[in-house]
């Protein structure tokens, strides 16, 4: 009876088992690389470019401020001994300011809503948007079921170059 049973189990796994095979082979599936694509667009680059430049300012900024707080305490430290308590804690309560706002700087440029990432989306959002667009127009097309990304950390282990679509999404966006 234990036997007839496993054997039953073994069938209802094998039966699942090539409908699965059965129905994946059914799929078409395509890949695009959207990196090359995001390359290819001039408007990208200067998005990135100006991104770029920012995140450069932003940088400059930080280590202006973090520089003043070295000084301010390396003069502490210099003039601790000198000081009074009250002039101690006068000085520590500025350093400890000085702090605070390099720690609001840092948020407010680099955090997950300041400025960079607020211009981030302001000047690559449409543009990711309007490759999205073009992908997805060429997989309905395509009647494509999947398209991958070859440029994102997605394994893919074997790909066959015909199912590459990136030209056709470069053709559509205008850029070949």
């Given at each position: 009876m234990v036997g007839k049973k496993n054997n039953d189990m073994k069938k209802i796994v094998f039966l699942f088992g090539m409908l699965i095979v059965f129905s994946m082979e059914?799929?078409?599936?395509?890949?695009?690389?959207?990196?090359?694509?995001?390359?290819?667009?001039?408007?990208?680059?200067?998005?990135?470019e100006k991104l770029d430049g920012l995140a450069k300012q932003y940088q400059e900024d930080i280590e202006k401020a973090s520089k003043v707080i070295d000084q301010l305490y390396s003069t502490y430290?210099?003039?601790?001994?000198?000081?009074?308590?009250?002039?101690?804690?006068?000085?520590?309560?500025?350093i400890n300011k000085a702090k605070f706002?390099?720690?609001?700087?840092?948020?407010?440029?680099?955090g997950s809503e300041?400025?960079?990432?607020?211009?981030?989306?302001?000047?690559i959002k449409p543009i990711q948007d309007k490759v999205y667009n073009a992908i997805q127009?060429?997989?309905q097309k395509g009647s494509y079921?999947?398209?991958?990304d070859s440029a994102s950390d997605?394994?893919?282990?074997?790909?066959?170059?015909?199912?590459d679509k990136t030209d056709q999404v470069l053709k559509k966006l205008g850029y070949l």
């Open positions: 059914a799929q078409k599936i395509a890949f695009v690389n959207t990196q090359e694509i995001l390359n290819q667009i001039p408007e990208y680059a200067a998005a990135q430290q210099a003039d601790k001994i000198l000081l009074s308590e009250n002039m101690r804690k006068q000085r520590e309560e500025e706002n390099l720690s609001d700087l840092k948020k407010k440029h680099f300041g400025n960079l990432y607020k211009e981030r989306q302001k000047l127009d060429v997989a079921a999947f398209v991958l997605i394994a893919v282990l074997y790909y066959n170059s015909k199912y």
